[in-house]
């Protein structure tokens, strides 16, 4: 296996890591506190890299409406997208509440400069 893939595979096996306590904690729909917010949005920058850092490859999340953002998680979750590759599995952990923060924060999130 080459290192571009452990790679891949170590930010994965972060995010589930980094999600799971989230995902016990919240079983109820409530909106996530900023700390938690930070925590997912962490959890998300570990693929598709932090503000201004965007890998070659992955979607830019920063910029895009939050309805759209929201909607393609939810098909995530609900195995309703077809080119899903791990983010099935991860969005399975977030609740409602979780994916429209999160939808709502990169929805604000300003891009990075060319």
Known sequence: MNALKRNAIKRIQLSFLL???LSLHAQTATAPSAADLQ?????????????GHTPAGMPEL???????LRQRMLDFKNGK???????????????GAEIAALAQWFSQAKKAAP
């Open 39 to 51: 925590v997912l949005t962490g959890t998300c920058f570990s693929c598709h890299g932090e503000p």
């Open 81 to 95: 997208a077809a080119d899903a590759t791990v983010m099935h599995w991860i969005m399975s952990g977030y609740d």
């Open 19 to 21: 999600a799971l306590p």
């Open 62 to 68: 920063r910029g895009q409406s939050a309805q759209k």
